[in-house]
């Protein structure tokens, strides 16, 4: 500043004149850069705070209208069953009874059908919204592998169990044309039981990858306990889903869940696990056979079975997965321990007779335990002692188990 407002000097002659003209001039051209750039910044930092204001506004607005809805009373989740007219609709609750309710103007009539869900107001009942189809495995907990890894040499000790589940589901899908040109219809749905960990679910995603199948699995237990009143509606859904990622194969797991026999169907859980089962039985005598969509089940209850679930065009092949005798233990501990540094003196088949009793899941837990005592020592190569320790961890931790299940249940 001082420079620009500098006297202008005694002596005029026109020299010193033109020379202080000059200075001032240069002068006052770099203070309006400066301001220019000045102004520049500061239209930048106007710029930066306009659109933070916005941001925080929109987070504002979203915030305000989540508190709203954390506010508002909960809708109750109903399935409509019929349609009467434009306004008046029959939707069942998902708690079971059936209301004849009505809907609002701003309800698209055509997205009314029997079967669709809808959100209903928890006081009138009114419908409030249709909700979309939701085939999101996730949300239900279904898991749907594209097609997994696992093949048949992942499997140890099955061999005849794998042929006939090769017969049963893989040549169906792969080679329709054989059983049209016989002319028999090839089974629908097979039931895999036998004890816990001997590897049905292995078997069932092997098929599927060999058959490259969608691999879709749901648990029975979870279907009517973790989604209640939605059992029946989720074994719809898988359906669909299945049909719409064709080829697939839909592995039920824990079946008795669903299709345990049972006399009297009293109380609610009991009427919920039967309309399961019924919408279960209706899915299977549905599809036609020669499609690409293939039921697997698993149990370790066939005992409790339902005979409904094992009639003919349903679950008409039963395969036995057994616990597996010494040369299954062998090939299962061959598997398991074929990425792994086994030193000279490790005899598998020695490992093998030790282990009488114990399932597959056992025997990959030992072959990692022994891996682990085998860290703990910094070796690098796992020795006949480590997995001597792992059989006896292993055996303490099944006593252990056992005991507090045992013990459990008869204190209930
Ligand atoms: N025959 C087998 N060959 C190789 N590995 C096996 C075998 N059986 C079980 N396993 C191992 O144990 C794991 C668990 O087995 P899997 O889940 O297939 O048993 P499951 O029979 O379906 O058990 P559950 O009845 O408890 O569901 C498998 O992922 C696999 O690592």
């Known amino acids: 500043m001082g420079d620009i407002a500098r006297q202008a000097p005694e002596k005029d002659t026109g020299e010193d004149i033109y020379q202080y003209l000059l200075e001032r001039i240069t002068n006052l051209e770099n203070r309006n850069l400066e301001l220019r750039e000045q102004f520049r910044q500061m ?106 890894d696992e093949n048949y040499e992942n499997i140890g000790g099955l061999e005849p169990q794998i042929e006939e589940i090769r017969e049963a589901v893989e040549l169906p899908l792969t080679k329709p044309q054989l059983f049209e040109k016989v002319g028999i219809s090839p089974p629908k749905g097979v039931l895999l039981y036998g004890p816990p960990g001997t590897g049905k679910t292995l078997l069932a995603r092997a098929v599927a990858h060999q058959t490259n199948a969608h691999f879709l699995r749901v648990v029975g237990s979870e279907l009517v306990q973790k989604y209640i009143g939605e059992g029946a509606r989720l074994v719809r859904e898988l359906f669909d889903l299945a049909k719409q990622k064709a080829p697939s194969i839909i592995f039920i797991d824990e079946i008795d869940a669903i299709g345990a026999h049972r006399n009297d169907s009293t109380t609610s859980g009991d009427r919920e696990v039967q309309r399961t089962l019924m919408q279960l039985l209706a899915e299977m005598d549905g599809f036609e056979n020669r499609g690409d969509v293939k039921i697997v089940a698993a149990t370790n209850r066939i005992d409790i079975l339902d005979r409904a679930l094992l009639r003919p065009g349903r679950f008409d092949r039963m395969i036995e997965i057994p616990l597996p005798d010494h040369q299954g233990r062998l090939a299962i501990l061959k598997i398991h321990t074929q990425h792994m540094n086994i030193s000279e003196d490790v005899n598998l088949s020695e490992v093998s007779r030790l282990t009488e009793g114990k399932n597959g899941a056992d025997l990959r837990a030992i072959c990692m335990e022994a891996g682990m005592f085998a860290i703990r020592m910094e070796r690098d190569a796992v020795n006949t002692d480590d997995f001597m320790k792992a059989i006896d961890k292993l055996s303490v931790d099944f006593d252990r188990h056992h005991f507090h299940t045992t013990f459990g249940e008869m204190f209930a």
């Open 43 to 148: 239209e930048s930092e106007k710029r930066y705070v306009e659109t933070q204001k916005i941001r925080y506004e929109r987070e504002l607005r979203k915030l305000k209208s989540e508190i709203e809805q954390l506010r508002s009373p909960p809708l109750v989740i109903g399935t409509v069953t019929d349609v009467i007219d434009n306004s008046r609709v029959i939707v069942r609750s998902s708690a079971g009874p059936r209301f004849l309710v009505r809907t609002s103007q701003l309800i698209d009539p055509d997205l009314l059908k029997p079967g669709v869900r809808c959100t209903l107001n928890q006081q009138s009942l009114a419908i409030v919204d249709v909700l979309p189809t939701s085939y999101d495995a996730q949300i239900y907990g279904m898991e749907l592998v594209e097609s997994p």
